[in-house]
C-alpha cells in the first residue's frame, strides 16, 4: 500500500520472516535512541510474529525501496467499552526521515486499522522525557493520561510472583 506524505510517497508493507534482521536493526535503533536495552533475538522475532498464532503484526516502511520505518501493534480488548483496542508497540522512523510526515501518515494509517477492525481505542506508550514525540502526539490531538501509570513484572519479580501459584 502507498501512504502519500508532503514530500514523498511512502511504500507500507506487512514485515515477512525474510524481515527480521532488518526488524532487529530498527528495534537497536529504537532502544539506542530510547536508551533501553534490547533482549529481544532475531529466533524470539520468529517465534512470536511469524508463527500460525503471531503475538503482534509488523509493518515496515520504504522510500524508494530503502527500509525507513517500522511499525508493531497488537489488539487487545477492555472490559470498560465490551470493545477491541488497538496498541502500538513501537513506531520508528529513521532519524534521516523525520519531520517529513511519515509518521503522521502512519499513525493515520494505524487509526484506520482501528476503526477498520471496530476498536474503540488506540493507545500507545510515550517516555515523559521524550519531548518530541510527547508534542508530536499533542499534535495529532491525542490525550496523554496523566494518571495512569504502567505497572510491569519481569524477570525474578515475576517468578516470585508466579512461585505464588500453588495449584499446579
Not at 510517497?9 to 520472516?17: K, N
Not at 536493526?25 to 533501553?36: G, P, T, V
Not at 481505542?121 to 510527547?134: Q, T
Request: glycine share 4%; with cysteine.
Amino acid at each position: 500500500m502507498k501512504l502519500i506524505t508532503t514530500n514523498s510517497e511512502v511504500e507500507l508493507r506487512p514485515g515477512t520472516i525474510k524481515d527480521i534482521h532488518l526488524l532487529m536493526s530498527f528495534i537497536r535503533s529504537m532502544a539506542k535512541y530510547e536508551r533501553l536495552e534490547v533482549y529481544a533475538t532475531e529466533k524470539d522475532l520468529e517465534k512470536s510474529l511469524f508463527c500460525e498464532n503471531p503475538a503482534a503484526c509488523t509493518l515496515i516502511a520504504f522510500i524508494d525501496g530503502k527500509p525507513i520505518a517500522y511499525v508493531v501493534y497488537f489488539f487487545t480488548f477492555a472490559t470498560m467499552t465490551g470493545k477491541r483496542g488497538l496498541w502500538l508497540d513501537d513506531l520508528f522512523v529513521d532519524p534521516e526521515f523525520r519531520r517529513n510526515g511519515i509518521g503522521k501518515a502512519l499513525m493515520a494509517y494505524m487509526a484506520d486499522v482501528a476503526i477498520q477492525n471496530n476498536c474503540e481505542r488506540f493507545e500507545w506508550m510515550v517516555l515523559d522525557w521524550n519531548k518530541p514525540a510527547l508534542n508530536f502526539y499533542k499534535g495529532l490531538d491525542a490525550t496523554v493520561l496523566d494518571n495512569w501509570r504502567i505497572c510491569r513484572l519481569n524477570g525474578v519479580t515475576l517468578a516470585n510472583l508466579a512461585r505464588q501459584y500453588s495449584t499446579r
